[in-house]
């Protein structure tokens, strides 16, 4: 690598010019030094891009030399090199930051590759992380053409997510956009599968049908109750698989994932439907039917879920589990705060419900605010802002707390958002809903190759508010706007994060089972 200045810290610096001489001749930039105050020195006079330094110096010791480098530069690399292998000297050396460790002797090779390492890593990650996609692009992409099924359409989702975030990390927005062709692509063949057997689906006419909204406690958390005495089930709103996979290596410090498995979202994909069948273990239009008190239509005023933990407490008496449960929804920062330091006195319950809101309020909040919409500009963008707010909220607090006490913990949501950037024009009466990725009412004009429609909504157990109310969804990343001021419409809403209709990531949501390390 030319252009890259080396600083070599030895008191023994005279029987390695043979390694400076091959550095040299590599194109690098070497300096050297025989003991660490004259180090320190030779660095305030330019910069450097990496220091290679003894551990074994008379006077100021190495890990003395490497404490002030650090409080100096700390982000400058510092190879620490050494004749002893004691742990004690190793952690000391780690704890404060060493990009790199060698025992003596070393060759010039070693040095080589330390300094690739070092120097070149993202480089080097880079390119193989792109060429890595390139090989995996065709099987892929063979593998969208076949017909498959709801337990390998996950397995192809999983694979999108992962190569987004390791490409993710790459300048090369010529790969990005290649991937992001073939996200586009399997996204219009899963709106096309989901279509062909969603109404199987829900009418159980499909012995091999996917866990959905209104089973997954049925089908995965009950039996979770009867292994644990005290379990904690966290429900995080709009939570896609992507932003999960971002947040497993801050958990997994305190937790092992025993599994991670992808559920779906019944539609619409909205907290109002997805969520009240979560823990009704109903679909819509039984919960409406057998517990009109906790049911509120679209027409309806007043909040739409507001009776979620009644709602679970019926569904764990129907299966025989008459358990003594909690149930907590976060709105806002002082609510959580407050669940913190009631969490001692929830340890005595068999199940612990707790909602957090905070992604679905983000999704939101990026539409109206410029501020945010600023801050979470893209996908990568959107998905640092929820790493930095779990590492800060009092919900990783709770995580923690949990993780003390050896607890397991489940964590899922009941629906994940897409970003959306094609619209689709749709006209309505004043009685239609808000909602961008699907409408329902009676006099709705649309053009009915681009939407999934639902003529009769009892086929898919969803309320009619009125005898003529129909249901039309989005899919991948449609949305649906007014001829009416179509053009304003349109620029305020494209490249916002929506959820409601048919995409992969408002569907295919995660379902995560942690055991305490």
Same mark, same amino acid.
């Given at each position: 690598?030319?252009?890259?200045?080396?600083?070599?810290?030895?008191?023994?610096? @005279?029987l390695?010019k043979?390694?400076?001489?091959?550095?040299r @001749?590599?194109?690098?930039?070497?300096f050297?030094?025989n003991n660490?105050?004259?180090?320190?020195?030779?660095?305030?006079t330019?910069?450097? @891009?990496?220091?290679?330094?003894?551990?074994?110096?008379? %006077?100021?010791?190495?890990?003395?030399?490497?404490?002030?480098v650090?409080?100096?530069?700390?982000?400058?690399?510092?190879?620490?090199?050494?004749?002893?292998?004691?742990?004690?000297?190793?952690?000391?050396?780690?704890?404060?930051?060493i990009?790199?460790?060698?025992?003596?002797?070393?060759?010039p090779?070693?040095?080589?590759?330390?300094?690739?390492?070092?120097?070149?890593?993202?480089?080097?990650i880079?390119?193989?992380?792109?060429?890595?996609?390139?090989?995996?692009?065709r099987?892929?992409?063979?593998?969208?053409?076949?017909?498959?099924?709801?337990?390998?359409?996950?397995e192809i989702?999983?694979?999108l997510?992962?190569?987004?975030?390791?490409? %993710?990390?790459?300048?090369?927005?010529?790969?990005m956009?290649?991937?992001?062709?073939?996200?586009?692509?399997?996204?219009?063949v899963?709106?096309?599968?989901v279509?062909?057997?969603?109404?199987?689906?829900?009418?159980g006419?499909?012995s @091999?049908?996917?866990?959905?909204?209104?089973?997954?406690?049925?089908?995965?958390?009950?039996?979770?109750?009867?292994?644990?005495?005290?379990?904690?089930?966290?429900?995080?709103?709009?939570l896609?698989?992507?932003?999960?996979?971002?947040?497993?290596?801050?958990i997994?410090?305190?937790?092992?994932?025993?599994?991670?498995e992808?559920?779906?979202?019944?539609?619409?994909?909205?907290?109002?439907?997805?969520?009240?069948?979560?823990?009704?273990?109903?679909?819509?239009?039984?919960?409406?039917?057998?517990?009109?008190?906790?049911?509120?239509?679209?027409?309806?005023?007043g909040?739409?879920?507001?009776?979620e933990?009644?709602?679970?407490?019926e569904?764990?008496?129907?299966? %025989?589990?008459?358990?003594k449960?909690?149930?907590?929804?976060?709105l806002?920062?002082?609510?959580?705060?407050?669940?913190?330091e009631?969490?001692?006195?929830?340890?005595? #319950?068999?199940?612990?419900?707790?909602v957090?809101?905070?992604?679905?309020m983000?999704?939101?909040?990026?539409?109206?605010?410029?501020?945010?919409?600023?801050?979470?500009?893209?996908?990568?963008?959107?998905?640092?802002?929820?790493?930095s707010?779990?590492?800060?909220?009092?919900?990783?607090?709770?995580?923690?707390?949990l993780?003390?006490?050896?607890?397991?913990?489940?964590?899922?949501?009941?629906?994940?958002?897409?970003?959306?950037?094609?619209?689709?024009?749709?006209? %309505?009466?004043?009685?239609?809903?808000? #909602?961008l990725?699907?409408?329902?009412?009676?006099?709705?004009?649309?053009?009915?190759?681009?939407?999934?429609?639902?003529?009769?909504?009892?086929d898919?157990?969803?309320p009619?508010?009125?005898v003529?109310s129909?249901?039309?969804?989005?899919?991948?990343?449609?949305?649906?706007?007014?001829?009416?001021?179509? #053009?304003?419409?349109?620029?305020?809403?494209?490249?916002?994060?929506?959820h409601?209709?048919?995409?992969?990531?408002?569907?295919?949501?995660?379902?995560?089972?942690?055991?305490?390390?």
């Amino acid at each position: 690598m030319e252009n890259v200045s080396i600083l070599w810290a030895d008191d023994e610096i @005279d029987l390695l010019k043979p390694h400076i001489m091959f550095l040299r @001749d590599k194109g690098y930039e070497v300096f050297t030094s025989n003991n660490g105050v004259e180090a320190i020195e030779i660095l305030k006079t330019r910069p450097f @891009d990496i220091v290679f330094l003894d551990e074994q110096m008379p %006077g100021l010791s190495g890990i003395e030399t490497l404490i002030r480098v650090k409080n100096l530069f700390p982000d400058l690399p510092v190879v620490m090199i050494t004749k002893s292998e004691e742990e004690t000297i190793m952690e000391d050396a780690i704890g404060s930051k060493i990009s790199d460790y060698l025992i003596k002797p070393v060759n010039p090779k070693q040095i080589l590759l330390s300094l690739k390492k070092n120097l070149e890593n993202k480089k080097l990650i880079s390119e193989k992380t792109t060429f890595s996609y390139q090989q995996q692009f065709r099987n892929i992409g063979m593998e969208i053409s076949n017909r498959l099924t709801h337990e390998e359409w996950p397995e192809i989702y999983r694979k999108l997510v992962y190569w987004e975030l390791e490409l %993710g990390q790459s300048n090369d927005s010529g790969i990005m956009d290649v991937l992001k062709m073939q996200k586009e692509e399997a996204g219009q063949v899963f709106s096309r599968f989901v279509e062909n057997n969603y109404t199987d689906w829900v009418n159980g006419k499909n012995s @091999d049908r996917p866990v959905m909204s209104h089973t997954l406690i049925r089908d995965k958390l009950i039996p979770l109750l009867d292994e644990t005495s005290s379990l904690f089930f966290i429900l995080i709103d709009n939570l896609r698989y992507d932003q999960w996979k971002i947040l497993q290596p801050i958990i997994s410090e305190l937790y092992r994932v025993e599994s991670d498995e992808i559920y779906y979202s019944i539609l619409p994909t909205t907290t109002q439907y997805a969520r009240n069948a979560l823990f009704a273990g109903l679909l819509p239009t039984e919960i409406e039917k057998k517990y009109p008190r906790y049911w509120v239509n679209e027409d309806d005023e007043g909040t739409k879920n507001q009776f979620e933990g009644e709602l679970l407490g019926e569904q764990l008496k129907r299966y %025989g589990r008459d358990i003594k449960y909690s149930y907590h929804k976060i709105l806002n920062l002082t609510a959580g705060r407050k669940l913190v330091e009631t969490m001692p006195n929830l340890l005595g #319950n068999k199940l612990n419900v707790i909602v957090y809101n905070f992604v679905d309020m983000l999704s939101h909040a990026r539409t109206e605010m410029e501020v945010i919409r600023e801050l979470a500009d893209d996908e990568a963008a959107y998905r640092s802002i929820t790493v930095s707010w779990f590492e800060h909220s009092p919900l990783f607090e709770i995580i923690r707390f949990l993780a003390e006490k050896k607890l397991p913990v489940v964590i899922t949501t009941d629906h994940g958002s897409v970003k959306v950037d094609a619209p689709v024009k749709i006209v %309505g009466d004043k009685a239609t809903n808000t #909602n961008l990725r699907y409408k329902t009412g009676r006099s709705l004009s649309y053009n009915r190759k681009e939407v999934f429609e639902v003529k009769n909504p009892a086929d898919v157990f969803l309320p009619r508010t009125n005898v003529s109310s129909n249901y039309v969804f989005c899919r991948n990343t449609d949305f649906f706007a007014y001829p009416n001021n179509f #053009n304003y419409y349109v620029n305020y809403y494209r490249n916002t994060f929506q959820h409601g209709g048919i995409s992969m990531e408002e569907m295919m949501i995660p379902f995560v089972t942690l055991k305490a390390k």
